[in-house]
C-alpha cells in the first residue's frame, strides 16, 4: 500500500527545474490537493537529508478516527454525532474512546479527530489518562502523515479551561502531526459551537479526495448508534418546569454543614433517568445582586438592550441570562482594561486564583470602583451555566420525582457573603410547588454493573447521592451483588446522611456493610481513605477474589486525589505489587469499568 522514498539533496525539491514543474502542473486536481497536504506536513516535521518517509500510493485509502475523552458524555455524544455525519457524506470513519486504542495504531490513519472535556481544575476524563500520557510519552511514536483538529469542551469558570484538548494538540503538534485546522475550545454551552465545528469537519472532507467513500448500508457497523440516550420532549435548550415538592434539611443543629434533600415532581415530563444520571438546573440569578450590580454600574434598571437577537430588559437579562457568581481570569483582566485599578493589577499578578474562590461580580464593583455603560457590562459576563447534580433517586422507586443532596454553598469575604447560584435558589429563594427549570443529562460513565457484581461506593459528603439511587435501584431490582459502602463527614450525630435509610438496608440485607469515617469526632481526624486503608485485606479480596466494582464521588481536588493513592497503597501491599504494577491493575480496572469517578 505505500511506497518507501528516500530524501535527498535537500529532498530533492528542485522547483526551478522544467521537467519537474511540468510533471506538477499535469497532475489531476486530487494529485494535487495530496501533495500540497504533503508538502505543508513535510516543511512542518523538518525532517532530515537521508530520513525516509512513507508515501500512500495511488488509489490507496486516507483512513480517518474520531476518538473522544469523555467524562460525563457529551464528549461522546458530539464524536458519534460527528461519524453519523461523516457516514451521511459517505466517508468513513472509525470511532473509538481513548481507552480503545493503542498508540502505535495511530501511525494507521491520515486524518485524526478529538473532542476532549476537561473536569475540575484541568483534569483529564479518566477514560483519557492513560492515553494522553503516552501519548506525550517518549514511547510516542512520529506522526507526520497525520493531520489532526480537537474540539475542546471546557467551563471558563475555571482557571485551566479546556486543558485536556489544549495538552491533545501539543502532544500531536510535538509529534509533527499537521493541524488541518484551529483547535475550537467550547464553553458549557458548547452546542452551537460543537455543530458548526462538525459541519466544517464534514465541508473540508468532502473538498479532499480521501479514496474511501462509500455508500453507506444500515448495517455498517462504523456507523454510530444515534440512541445515545432516551429521546425527550424537554432537554437542555427546552428545560421542564418541574414542581418543587420538599425541600428539607438533613444536617443537624450545630453541624458546619448545611446539607438539603430536594424532591422535585417530574410528572407528565415524559423523562426517563437511570442511577448515575446529572439534573440540569437553570437557576435565576437573586433580584437583591441583580440591583446591587446595576447601581454599582450606574446603568438604568429600565433600559433596554439586544442580546443574542432578543430585546430584553437589562435587569430581566441580568436575572436569567448571564453569569453573575461565578469568576474567571479573563474576566477581571477585562474589568481591569476599564477600570485600570493597580491594586487589581497585582492581584492578576500574584494570587489572582485566591481572589476568585472568594468573590463575585459585585465584588469587583466594591474592591475595585468604575462605572460602565451597558454595553461594557454586558461584554464582561459570560452566559448564564446550567448546574449539574448527581441524582439521587432511582426512577424504579421514585417515578415521577427526581431526589437530590445539596449543600448549601457560601463563601465569606470581607464585602460579606457570596452564595452560590443554584443551591442557593433551590433551597432559600423557591418555595413548594414552586417551579424550577431542569432536564436530564445522561452520564454513561458511571453506570452499575451486572445485578450479580459486587459494589464498593466511596462517598462522603453530598458524594453520597448517586450511591442512594445504585441502593435503590438495587433494592427495586432485587439484584444479588454485594454493596459496601465507606462515607464520611464531620461528625455523627449531625452530619450522618440518610442514617435511617442506610439502617434498613443493612437490616434487609441489602447493604452488607457499611463503614463510617466521621472527621471531628475524635482528636485525629479520620477520613474515607483511612477506612480504606483500616479494611484493606477484605478491600482486595473483594477487588481480586470477587471481582468487584468501584465507585468514588465527590471532591476532585483532595479526596478521590486521597483515594486514589490509598487504592493504590492496598493494591501493593495486599496484592504483593509494585508501584508499576499497582497503577498497571488500576488502569485494568479502569479500562474494564471496574472503576468509575463522578467527582467535581
Known sequence: MYKTVTLINNYGLQFAEPELLEKIIKLPDHELNWLSGFCAGLAKSKLNPQQSIQLPEQGSVAKVIVLYASQSGNAQLIAETLQLKLGEANITADLKSCEQIKLKQLKDYSLLFIIAATHGEGEAPDNSIDFLELLHSKKAPALAQLQHAVLALGDSSYEFFCQTGKDFEQALL????????????????????????????????????????????????????????????????????????????????????????????????????????????????????????????????????????????????????????????????????????????????????????????????????????????????????PRLYSIASSQQEAEDEIHLTINAVSESNANGIRNGLASNYLIHQLKENEQVAIYIDTNPNFKLPDHDNNIILIGPGTGIAPFRSFLQERDSLKAKGKNWIFFGNPNFNTDFLYQAEFKKYLTSGLLTRIDLAFSRDQQNKIYVQDKLLENSAQLWHWLDVEQASIYVCGDIKRMAKDVEKTLLTVIQNEGGKTEVEAKGYLKYLRKNKRYQRDVY
Open 174 to 385: 510535538n509529534l509533527n502531526s499537521t493541524k488541518l485546522f484551529q483547535r475550537t475550545d467550547c464553553d458549557v454551552d458548547f452546542e452551537e459551537q460543537a455543530d458548526q465545528w462538525i459541519k466544517d469537519v464534514v465541508s473540508k472532507l468532502e473538498t479532499m479526495d480521501l479514496g474511501n467513500k462509500q455508500t453507506l448500508t444500515t448495517s455498517n457497523s462504523n456507523v454510530a448508534s444515534t440512541s445515545l440516550q432516551p429521546k425527550m420532549a424537554y432537554d437542555k435548550k427546552h428545560p421542564y418546569m418541574a414542581s418543587v415538592l420538599t425541600v428539607q434539611k438533613i444536617t443537624g443543629a450545630g453541624s458546619i454543614k448545611d446539607t438539603y434533600h430536594v424532591e422535585l415532581s417530574i410528572e407528565n415530563s415524559g423523562f426517563q433517568y437511570s442511577a448515575g444520571d446529572f439534573i440540569g438546573i437553570w437557576a435565576i440569578n437573586q433580584a437583591q445582586l441583580v440591583s446591587q450590580i446595576l447601581q454599582h454600574a450606574k446603568v438604568d434598571a429600565d433600559q433596554t438592550v439586544s442580546f443574542k437577537d432578543d430585546v430584553y430588559n437589562i435587569a430581566d437579562l441580568l436575572s436569567t441570562k448571564l453569569e453573575l457568581t461565578q469568576l474567571n481570569k479573563k474576566l477581571l483582566v477585562a474589568y481591569n482594561d476599564i477600570a485600570e485599578n493597580k491594586q487589581l493589577t497585582s492581584i492578576l499578578e500574584n494570587n489572582v486564583q485566591q481572589y476568585i474562590e472568594k468573590h463575585q461580580f459585585i465584588d469587583l464593583f466594591i474592591d475595585f470602583p468604575t462605572t460602565l455603560n451597558v454595553e461594557q457590562l454586558i461584554a464582561l459576563l459570560s452566559p448564564l451555566k
